[in-house]
């Protein structure tokens, strides 16, 4: 049997909560290609032909990486195939065995052994992997590309496991069994640190060495005392809450405070302990209580009796941990009290520094929030009385703050307005984190949150973005390797990048046709018309007529100017009514005819019902909710390749003329088989006779092939729909 192994290594926070695939680096294998040589490169997984039942086939993994790899696995285990993996794809793969090996995240691979080994070994970030094999940029060999596929899905699944991946990634019983002496100044002999072994042998923990160390220089000096204190919590920076019957702070000590402008926070009595349990928890400093009631849902921003929130509590009396929750859970920082103070001003009067540096990290934060009394937080500072070390500090923060630039970017409607959004994590703001400002922007509610996204594109390319990309990486990388990979121009730093929140293609039309919120309606209704009148919803001239008389009643609200306006229809007029090249068939009087003859249907209907009619006509059109792509097509029925848009939805692959915008060929996924080609940047579409379907008719037999660097694109997008959707017959 062949074996191949995924040997994985990880990066710190690889075991939180959901699978991020750029915490993870996979080991391939090179081949080498000769310099001079135009091939791509081309990597695959270790492999090597093992007979069953000679040996423990554990064992013997672990020996044949330590001989291809020089590195020592922790352990062996086989990936089995899931449940959702179709039968076909187990058979196609049955000659394969696929081992995942953990290895430390600090192995690395010796430098020497590398350029003498005969296929160079190297570790790549799996999010890297994932992306070029889905996009061919890169050469894998079938199989190599089926199983990559397939150890995603079940590193997903092991994820979702509790302690499945802290067990994957623990260490192995022969390592830990050196550590089991409860000496702290014991350091394994055969197990020492990287400095003692001179980098021969296995490196011992730096933090066990650390903590030997440290409790062999105490015993030494203590052996020199004649009476010892030892205070465990000295120097240790551990939190320590004392807990008496009862207590007070003052908060101004040890300055002599003005006492008649002290401003006191006082709590409520115990009832509203009850009815503000959130705020009561964040007043008294306890974390793991806020994050129960929040993951309760109790709202993060709710003002109690005194018109106090809880972020406003924890900020008066310290609790910064509290407060970081608070803010990552979705509080703002710019909350009002009852006193039009934030959390910020709090920190001002308190002359509390770190307070000051949790707040001020957040992008959004407003420094020029006036209190009741017309000062900002920077104001506090300045006049404050009785000024201390803290308050200069605070000072000293906010007037950097104010001098850091607001980092936004701008995101576009498809009725060509936009939206400048904060980067609420800077440059690690992701597609997520942006697709949650929108639909606050627009306040739609939580279960539209699949319905739209965030797309990136320019005059040759259209992308939609995954929630867990950076969007500011994307933008960097846009001109300098997306437009290179995934498109043949010539001038890709012509191709500038520009955000577009629009329809998600993985959403069915089903779905859509449930939707009833207005201004959803109102994204998707601009979304359709831009398609429409691109020429990317090819449609009989009866069907463009009522589009076209839609339309025209939108332009003018009122009735009464609707029959003037068509009288004089100009050709340019009607170039906003009807796609060009349906237009150029015809001259301007029949449309004006047609459209005359059509308007009594439409007439006297408010604006909403004609945006609705216009998106359900779209809607029964076979390319409605396409992701378009552009490419070239060699097909049996045609003597020379044609240049063409290839639309892809939940049904199926339609093909339309790049020039003619006409439809060349629309094919449901229960007609078409297809694969991906990565050595010729091509998709091949073979289609299967329908039993409905009349054998002599040449259209439904034969092969058609698109050349596109998006073939990959292409072909993941197709199997996702096909996989989520099932088989739709024609709309």
Known sequence: MDVMVAVIRPKQGHSGQGYKPQLYEILLLDSKTPPGEKVKPAKYLPMFQMKVGEEEPRALVLTQVQRLTNIKGERALQVQWSSDVSASHRES????????????????????FADQAQNAPGFYPLDYVTEVVNNGSINFPSSTK???????????????????????????????????????????????????????????????????????????????????????????????KTKPNSYVINQHW????????????????????VQYPLHSYAAAGDKTEVEILLKQGYPHSQLDSVSCAPIHYAAWYGCISVVETLLGAGCSPNLLDGTNSTALHIAAKKGNEQLAQCLLQCPDIDLNIKDKDGKRALDICLSVPNKTMGHEQVEQLVREAADRPNYTVEVFLMDKTSKNLMLTSGFRTTVQQLNEQMMKEFNLPKNYSDIFTLWIGSKSLELQLKLEYEVVKALQQYNTRTVHMLTDSKNPSEEEPVLTWRRNVKVSVEKEKQLQHTKALDLLFHEAYHNYISGLYPCKDKDAVTFATILLCLQHQETTRVKPALSNLSQNQLKELIPAAILRHKDTSHWVNKISKEYPNVRDTPQQQLKSQFLTACQRLTVYGSAFFMGTIISPLRKAPTSCYVG????????????????????????????????????????????????RDSSTRGVIEIRTRQAGLIDHLMQQLDRMHGDYSNR
């Open 93 to 112: 793969l049955s000659q394969f065995c696929l081992y995942f090996v953990p290895v430390s995240p600090n192995e690395k691979i010796n430098k020497r």
């Open 146 to 240: 089926k199983l990559l596929q397939h150890l995603e899905s079940w590193l997903k699944e092991k994820h979702i496991r509790p302690n499945a991946i802290e067990c994957m990634f623990r260490a192995g019983a022969e390592y830990r069994i050196h550590f089991t002496v409860h000496n702290p100044v014991f350091i394994p002999s055969r197990i020492t640190s990287d400095t003692n072994t001179g980098g021969g042998g296995t490196p011992a923990p730096q933090e066990v060495v650390k903590v030997a160390n440290e409790a062999l220089a105490k015993m030494l000096f203590i052996e020199k005392c004649e009476t010892v204190v030892i205070n465990p919590l000295f120097g240790s920076n551990l939190e320590y």
């Open 648 to 695: 892809v939805n939940d049904i199926g692959i339609h093909i339309i003329g790049l020039h003619t915008k006409q439809m060349v060929q629309s094919m449901v996924y229960r007609e078409i088989t297809w694969k991906h080609i990565a050595e010729k940047t091509m998709l091949e579409i073979r289609i299967i006779r329908p039993v409905n379907r009349n054998p």
């Open 254 to 273: 040890p300055s002599i405070p003005q006492y008649d402008k002290i401003i006191a926070a006082t709590l409520p009595g115990p009832s509203w302990k």
